[in-house]
Antibody, heavy 123, light 108 residues
Framework: EVHLVESGGDLVQPGGSLGLSCAAS????????MNWIRQAPGKGLEWISY????????YYADSVKGRFTISRDNAKNSLYLQMSSLRVEDTAVYYC????????????????WGQGTLVTVSS | DIQMTQSPSFVSASVGDRVTITCRAS??????LAWYQQKPGRAPKLLIY???NLPGGVPSRFSGSGSGTDFTLTISSLQPEDFATYYC??????????FGEGTRVEIK
């Protein structure tokens, strides 16, 4: 069974830094691309970052570009998100999510999600 | 970025009702659309992919349709466990991915 477990969420001051982790199990982590998606309190879903299976391709949403860094360690079945220059508007539950196209090269869906970890940016 | 617009934002319905939610893309996305279900305090769950395909384990009362810019999620007979918020997602792998604002389905 696929499991994704995020950790690292905390209360941090504006301008601060924080690192999140996502531990994966139940599937061959090294062949799947992965993502971070966040949800501000009472709001909708916002995709923020993608990393390919080999780490060769990385994308960011404009809202976090230059401040957040996604990475992975396939030997440890783990995904990471390093966040810096945090803003109040970065307050959200952060989910890691596995991605794939179900065999359709043109498509990309998020088929498994972790339970999320809460990041609160406040003074 | 492609904008995804869902309607309505809120639905009040009874068990056994037929519920329809629509999602419109700001430009054509072929059939590259997904629907997710999110219950309070829980992670989203993939409900439909490629506009009309159900992953294993999703009940057949859920169905999806549409292509291009207009899509529909239908719950044929609402069950107590279906009360949740539903999001559409444009899934074009050549673009960055965006979600609709969500439709909350509540008990009448």
């Amino acid at each position: 069974e696929v499991h994704l477990v995020e950790s690292g969420g905390d209360l941090v001051q504006p301008g601060g830094s924080l690192g999140l982790s996502c531990a994966a199990s139940g599937f061959n982590f090294s062949i799947y691309s992965m993502n971070w998606i966040r949800q501000a309190p009472g709001k909708g879903l916002e995709w923020i970052s993608y990393i390919s299976s080999s780490s060769k391709t990385i994308y960011y949403a404009d809202s976090v570009k230059g401040r957040f860094t996604i990475s992975r360690d396939n030997a440890k079945n783990s995904l990471y998100l390093q966040m810096s220059s945090l803003r109040v508007e970065d307050t959200a539950v952060y989910y890691c999510a596995r991605g794939g196209g179900f065999g359709d090269y043109g498509a990309y869906y998020f088929d498994y999600w972790g339970q999320g970890t809460l990041v609160t940016v406040s003074s | 970025d492609i904008q995804m617009t869902q309607s309505p934002s809120f639905v009040s319905a009874s068990v056994g009702d037929r519920v329809t939610i629509t999602c419109r893309a700001s430009q054509s996305i072929s059939s590259w659309l997904a629907w997710y279900q999110q219950k309070p305090g829980r992670a989203p769950k993939l409900l439909i992919y490629a506009a009309s395909n159900l992953p294993g384990g999703v009940p057949s009362r859920f169905s999806g349709s549409g292509s291009g810019t207009d899509f529909t999620l239908t719950i044929s007979s609402l069950q107590p466990e279906d009360f949740a918020t539903y999001y559409c997602q444009q899934a074009n792998s050549f673009l960055l991915w965006t979600f609709g604002e969500g439709t909350r389905v509540e008990i009448k």
